[in-house]
């Protein structure tokens, strides 16, 4: 009974903060859509192609949009199944798929993020990162500075740590991915794990 109680809560608990997180970041019908703390900001972007993967317990999505600046951005979507959630917290997941050797945090708001990573070659990505829950991930690169002041600025953010310049442009498809999803990260750093009840993380 004890149990059941004690999963009846836990269950209440993760629906209470769902309903009250302001945080989305989706595409849906040509539009790389944002909504943080009560604001909604939207980027038109035509979709380039898409492209499935999975690791057995991950599944992830990616898609490249070629935004009316010119610019192509990469929306990508991670999910696990019902029996596994992701590992690490959200800034250490991104810096095990994308390698980088250095994060800079630009802005956090709830489960929203929007960070600079030194790549291994020493280029820097702009993106954007919405972790709600702990069994999906979605995120966005290859905005400009530009475009990233101008959603700071659309969120109304007063402090936010300043950009770092001759960020990464992304112009061809065929390399538009630099996430680096594997079996090795996935299952064995691990990037995701079976799901762990409260009390025994």
Request: aromatic share 10%.
């Amino acid at each position: 009974m004890h149990k059941i109680v004690k999963f009846l809560f836990l269950s209440t608990t993760v629906l209470i903060l769902t309903a009250c997180s302001t945080t989305d970041l989706s595409y849906k019908n040509s539009m790389l859509s944002l909504q943080v703390d009560g604001n909604h900001l939207q980027l038109h972007g035509s979709s380039l192609g898409e492209k499935r993967d999975n690791f057995g317990n991950l599944y992830l999505s990616y898609r490249a949009l070629k935004l009316d600046t010119g610019n192509i951005v990469v929306y990508e979507k991670a999910r696990t199944d019902s029996s596994y959630e992701f590992n690490f917290t959200t800034r250490r997941t991104i810096q095990i798929v994308f390698d980088a050797i250095d994060i800079r945090e630009i802005y956090f708001s709830n489960s929203f993020y929007i960070l600079q990573l030194t790549l291994p070659d020493g280029r820097v990505l702009n993106i954007i990162v919405e972790q709600l829950e702990d069994q999906s991930l979605n995120l966005a690169y290859g905005l400009s500075n530009s475009q990233v002041n101008n959603l700071l600025n659309q969120l109304n953010v007063q402090a936010f740590n300043p950009l770092q310049h001759n960020v990464i442009s992304i112009k061809s498809m065929q390399k538009s991915i630099l996430s680096s999803w594997t079996t090795n990260k996935v299952h064995f750093a691990p990037l995701i794990v079976p799901i762990r009840l409260m009390g025994f993380r």
